[in-house]
């Protein structure tokens, strides 16, 4: 049975410890109805996700600590898409019934110290129990200038980019499902997809940095972000194969296992790095580039198609693998 502690002491333990509620509205003043990575009303940036057990985290593969840790990437990948930096938050847990108390006090106490540690203020929300674990944030952000990243803002011969590499959390997951026994030969893409740790300041360096364009974080995978931004925006893409930084322990992986290390860069969920185009290339961008490990991946293109220029010259439509949450 569940262990009846009681919704107040939950709360209690989960507010111990949160940080600072600062009185401060958004700088930057603006309105977005639905489609991008969040929404924004009278300058808050606004996103939800949820995480459900054995649907996005497992805790026979996960601690609870990287389980929540997961979570609140999720969210804050996606106040960073759009340029801004995560305040507040608004956080609701199902206990799973038959989770041990000390699971339920390990789940608790990740999710107050992993907002506290972002200087995100916790300013409500619910506790439940049920048959599966589950967490839900609404996570409330702002603008660092008066620039927003948006996903319709890709403009033709603007440059395409991604931040970090790819095909990781993929990988990981491909490890966990097929080859449990080898999880420890390839550690680095087991933990990224249990735990991905992310630059969770990127977008709002970039805009800091004066960058204008489009972007979005990739949580349903690079063949699916791509056709996004392209639709959002009216335009095609050409990616270079050469150019994808496919990650090496990703390529290690694929080798060993006799596997297509290209499959895992396109269409893996759950990578929450950012896919983000721009036409801008002044000094303080360029560091950013070299100091966030950036890679230039193609080109914005006239037109409505997403293609990949192979190594042979040979041009290959992109098609939409989306990472399915249903």
């Known amino acids: 049975m569940f262990p009846n502690l009681g919704e107040f002491n939950l709360v209690r ?30 300058g808050w940036l606004v996103t939800k996700d949820l995480s459900v057990e054995n649907t996005h985290f497992r805790l026979d593969w996960s601690s609870p600590e990287q389980a929540v840790e997961k979570h609140i990437v999720s969210n804050v990948s996606d106040i960073s898409a759009m340029g801004g930096r995560p305040r507040f938050a608004l956080f609701g847990l199902c206990v799973n019934k038959n989770w041990s108390a000390e699971t339920r006090d ?44 948006l996903r319709s803002a890709a403009k033709p011969d603007e440059s395409v980019y ?57 949580s349903d995978g690079l063949s699916s972000e791509l056709n996004h931004l392209a639709l959002s925006s009216g335009v095609g893409m050409e990616i270079e194969e050469d150019l994808l930084p496919i990650d090496p322990e990703v390529r290690k992986m694929a080798e060993f296992y006799g596997l297509d290390a290209m499959d895992f860069a396109l269409n893996g969920g759950e990578e929450y790095e950012l896919l983000f185009t721009t036409s801008y ?46």
């Open 106 to 149: 390990r789940v608790v106490k990740a999710v107050s110290e992993g907002f506290a540690r972002r200087g995100i203020a916790l300013i409500g929300g619910d506790t439940v129990s049920g048959d599966e674990g589950a967490f839900s944030t609404t996570l409330l952000g702002e603008l660092v200038t008066d620039t927003v990243l």
């Open 162 to 218: 991604v931040s970090g590499t790819l095909g990781k959390s993929a990988a990981g997951l491909w490890i966990l499902m097929n080859k449990p026994q080898d999880k420890d030969k390839f550690a680095s893409l087991v933990e990224y997809h249990l735990c991905p740790a992310i630059k969770e300041d990127f977008g709002a360096r970039l805009v800091d940095a004066g960058v204008e364009g489009a972007a979005m974080d990739i």
């Open 13 to 42: 333990k989960i507010l111990e410890n949160r940080a600072e509620f600062v009185e401060q509205s958004p700088h930057f003043k603006g309105w977005l109805d639905v489609g991008d990575d969040c929404a924004i009303f009278d």
């Open 281 to 326: 290339k002044n000094d303080i961008f360029q560091k950013e580039l070299s100091s966030f490990g950036v890679h230039r991946v193609g080109s914005v293109t006239a037109g409505n198609q997403v293609r990949m220029v192979r190594q042979n010259g040979e041009k290959q439509i992109i098609k939409a693998q989306a990472w399915s949450h249903l």
